[in-house]
């Protein structure tokens, strides 16, 4: 496997790894009914995690993945591919 695919492989699994972490913090926080303003900060946190693991697949995957996805989704809720 060339080094290009073993470090996009190691930095997606990173970010997917710190973002279920970060998921797994909010259901403790349900889970243990931490203060409100504690949740909301840690949802927001998670959320942010969320948000950097799709522009980092998008950034290392290049947005032919995300066009495909949508053209995907467009045939199977019967809008046509165009």
């Known amino acids: 496997m060339p080094k290009s695919i073993f470090i996009r492989r190691l930095l ?47 950034g290392l995957l290049g947005w032919k993945v995300f066009e495909n996805r949508a053209a995907i989704w467009r045939r199977l809720t019967g809008r046509g591919a165009a």
């Open 12 to 58: 997606v699994g990173l970010g997917a790894v710190v973002c279920l972490a970060a998921w797994a913090v909010v259901g403790a926080s349900v889970l243990l009914d931490w203060e409100r303003s504690t949740s909301i900060v840690v949802f927001v946190i998670a959320l942010l995690a969320t948000e950097a693991l799709f522009w980092l697949c998008a």
